[in-house]
C-alpha cells in the first residue's frame, strides 16, 4: 500500500507558472485526505508555493526550492533548511558573474538580484534563462566544487533553461528521505509525479515513478508509468487509476 504522494507543482499538479490546478485534480486530490500523505516536492521557493498550498489545503510536508526547504503546513512554518558553504558563496558568485549579470540570490526568505555578496546566509543563486550550452559549461566550471549541485530547470523560452546551484544535499530526493522519516515510512511506499529536469531526484527517491505526458523525454526513460500531460488532467488519472482503488480493495 502507498502511503505517501509526492507531486511536482509546474507542469504537473498546475500548469507551468500558474496557482489553480483543474477542478478535476483538486478533487481527486481531496479524495485522498486523511488516506495518503498527499506532498510537494518543488522547485518554487516557499512564497510561490504557497498559493497552490493553500488553495489545496495540503497538510501534507512539503519539499520547497528543489529541496533546500522543507515546509510544514499544519504548523504554517520551514521546518529545515540547508545553506551553502559561506566560505564557498563569493567564489560561486565570482564563477557565476562570467555567464550573467542578473544573479538571483535566495536567503531562505526572500530572492533577489545583488550585484555584490556580502557574508549573510545564501541557500541557493538563480539564473534565468540562459542556452542549454551555457548551462554545461556552467555545470563543468562547478565541478571543482563537490559541494554544490546544479538544478537544470524549464524556462518560459522552450529553446532555453534556467538553473539554480544549490548544497549538493538541496534536492527533491534528499527531502523526500527526510520526510519519509519525519512520517515513519519507507520510500517505497512513495509514489512520486514529475514533469522537468529537476525532477530527476524526485523520481529516484519513490517506489513507483510517473513521468507526464508532458515531461522531457529523459525522464520519461526512468518513469513506470507515462500519465496523460498537465493539460489532461495526468494528477487526476493517477490517482483515479491507481491509488483510489487501492483504498477501496
Do not use: W
Not at 8 to 37: C, M, Q, W, Y
Not at 50 to 76: E, F, M, S, T, W
Not at 101 to 124: C, M, N, P, Y
Amino acid at each position: 500500500m502507498y502511503k505517501a504522494l509526492f507531486l511536482d507543482l509546474d507542469g504537473t499538479t498546475v500548469a507551468p507558472f500558474t496557482d489553480a490546478p483543474s477542478p478535476r485534480v483538486k478533487h481527486a486530490i481531496e479524495k485522498l485526505r486523511n488516506k495518503v500523505h498527499v506532498c510537494l516536492a518543488t522547485g518554487r521557493l516557499f512564497h510561490q508555493a504557497q498559493p497552490v498550498i493553500d488553495h489545496l489545503n495540503l497538510n501534507g510536508l512539503c519539499v520547497i526550492a528543489n529541496g533546500i526547504q522543507i515546509y510544514d503546513p499544519a504548523r504554517k512554518k520551514i521546518i529545515k533548511e540547508i545553506a551553502l558553504s559561506q566560505k564557498e558563496v563569493p567564489l560561486i558568485y565570482n564563477l557565476l558573474k562570467k555567464y550573467s549579470h542578473q544573479i538571483h540570490t535566495f536567503d531562505g526568505e526572500v530572492a533577489r538580484v545583488r550585484a555584490q555578496i556580502a557574508s549573510h546566509k545564501i541557500l541557493s543563486f538563480f539564473i534565468e534563462n540562459i542556452s542549454p550550452h551555457v548551462v554545461e559549461k556552467i555545470i563543468k566550471d562547478l565541478e571543482r566544487f563537490p559541494s554544490v549541485i546544479v538544478h537544470k530547470l524549464l524556462a518560459a523560452d522552450q529553446n532555453l533553461l534556467s538553473i539554480e546551484v544549490c548544497s549538493a544535499r538541496g534536492t527533491k530526493q534528499h527531502g523526500i528521505v527526510d520526510v519519509a522519516k519525519r512520517l515513519n515510512i519507507s520510500t517505497h511506499e512513495i509514489i512520486g509525479v514529475g514533469d522537468g529536469y529537476n525532477d530527476f531526484p524526485l523520481l529516484l527517491a519513490c517506489g513507483l515513478k510517473f513521468a507526464m505526458g508532458n515531461a522531457v523525454a529523459e525522464l520519461k526513460a526512468i518513469a513506470d508509468f507515462v500519465a496523460p500531460s498537465v493539460e489532461n488532467d495526468g494528477v487526476a488519472v493517477i490517482i483515479e487509476k491507481f491509488i483510489l482503488p487501492l483504498l477501496r480493495s
